[in-house]
């Protein structure tokens, strides 16, 4: 049935079928994560323009009736973007037009797909983010407990990859669970970047109806207006590249994890195991059991951290205004925000199995970790550090120092004072943002 245009920006001539499908791309499916919020931004928007007169109240509850149905469409998974309809702003248009006929056209009145791509960019991308912050204080949660559960078991410490100093589960575990207080940090940015009202900057320039930003604002639930409309048009751009600095941050920190566990998993170590239905095997060496789930994690997790770099390339340099470019953004930042999700996911699956091995420190081969304890005993008992490292050092150079295998670190943030509460209030205080 085409009874109508089928272009918003139709004026008597259809383009080429070529230029058609490369200049969409795969917005038809990716729009499809926005359509509701494409209805919710219209909603605001059409209950604004009753507000300064450009809609009557009647056309207003024709409207919103129209718009709650469509929602319930999507809501129900009946919604589809046609193939003859270029985007998801085009589709909810259409359908309203089809429904009420000419009032549904009203509803663009000082509005332009460019803003109204960056509404439906925020709302998604707000929750977007509280997912994934859902996913960071899980796998956090998980952490914290592992390193009180493991507080007492010692592994050797490295540096250079040399046995360095007695380290301990309850140290390594909880050191991911801080980190991603810092990545959290990164995400909690990201996301008030993110909450800002563009709405209303229209192209990018405004619009000469008396718009009321403020209005559109508290409904939609945005912290503030992007007040400047040029500014607002350039948070296209720069919103993108603070999530993908959040989503690198994470992932680089899951990233280090997953490397830990495929070298402590490694028989040379063997610090750490698994139930063997989490690992994988080989197609020749039939008594492999590999880490490959952590592999992928890596590898995954080292690609979402150049999703920065991608938008930076994207977007480096481009005029000020809308630029066509931008919407390629979307290809990049979605299928990443899924990736580090699933990824935390399967780190915190793993983890509740993980087993960790016992009595580690005993074998000869990491004797040289209580060095630094030794020369600490010296100095405690009176012996100044240089001589103390001196007499060690010597002892070990002659095969002569055997170790005390005891470890009595008791300082904030050491093997044997965590500050485990610490640091998950640190998390909370964070986190309460994203309870909205
Ligand atoms: N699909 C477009 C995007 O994501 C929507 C905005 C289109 N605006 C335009 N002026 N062609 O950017």
């Keep these: 049935m085409k009874t109508m245009d089928t272009k918003l920006w139709s004026k008597g001539f259809e383009p080429d079928k070529m230029i058609e499908r490369f200049t969409v791309g795969r917005d038809r499916e990716l729009d499809m994560k926005l359509a509701r919020y494409d209805v919710e931004g219209s909603m605001a928007h059409i209950q604004m323009l009753e507000s300064i007169g450009l809609l009557t109240s009647d056309e207003l509850s024709q409207l919103s009736a129209g718009l709650r149905e469509i929602a319930g469409e999507i809501e129900a998974g009946n919604f589809v973007i046609e193939p003859e309809i270029e985007d998801v702003h085009s589709q909810v248009e259409l359908m309203l037009t089809r429904k009420l006929g000419a009032i549904g056209k009203k509803i663009h009145s000082g509005r332009s797909r460019n803003d109204q791509v960056l509404v439906d960019l925020k709302l998604f991308m707000r929750e977007e983010l509280k997912r994934v912050a859902q996913a960071v204080e899980r796998l956090f949660h998980r952490l914290q407990a592992l390193s009180e559960e493991h507080k007492d078991k010692l592994m050797p410490g490295y540096t250079h990859l040399q046995v360095a ?9 909880g050191a991911y669970a801080e980190a991603l207080t810092d990545d959290m940090q990164m995400v909690k940015a990201a996301y008030r970047i993110t909450n800002q009202n563009p709405l ?29 409309v040029v500014a607002a048009q350039m948070s296209r751009g720069k919103t993108e590249r603070a999530i993908a600095a959040a989503i690198g941050a994470v992932a680089s920190t899951l990233g280090h994890l997953a490397m830990d566990v495929c070298m402590w998993m490694c028989q040379n170590f063997g610090f750490v195991s698994f139930p063997d239905e989490l690992t994988t095997g080989s197609s020749i060496m039939p008594h492999k059991k590999n880490p490959d789930v952590f592999e992928i994690m890596r590898g995954k997790c080292n690609r979402l951290q ?7 390339l994207l977007t480096a340099n481009l005029p000020l205004g809308y630029n066509r470019d931008l919407q390629l953004m979307k290809d990049i930042l979605f299928p990443a925000v899924d990736e580090l999700v699933d990824c935390l996911e399967m780190a915190d699956f793993m983890l509740e199995h993980i087993r960790v091995k016992d009595n580690i420190v005993e074998d000869p081969r990491y004797d040289y970790l209580f060095t630094v304890e030794e020369v600490n005993r010296l100095v405690l008992s009176g012996v100044p550090f240089r001589e103390a490292y001196r007499k060690v050092g010597e002892e070990v150079q002659r095969g002569e120092y055997s170790p005390v295998r005891e470890v009595n670190h008791s300082h904030l943030g050491s093997i044997g004072n965590l500050a485990t509460a610490e640091i998950a209030k640190k998390m909370a205080m964070l986190t309460d943002e994203f309870k909205v």
Excluded: I, Q
């Design 165 to 173: 100093m007695p380290s301990s589960f309850g140290l390594w575990f």
């Design 200 to 228: 209303g900057s229209a192209a990018g320039y405004g619009s000469s109806f008396p718009l009321d930003r403020e209005m559109t604002t508290r409904l939609l639930g945005f912290d503030a207006p992007h007040y400047n």
């Design 306 to 312: 150049s999703v920065g770099n991608e938008l930076a």
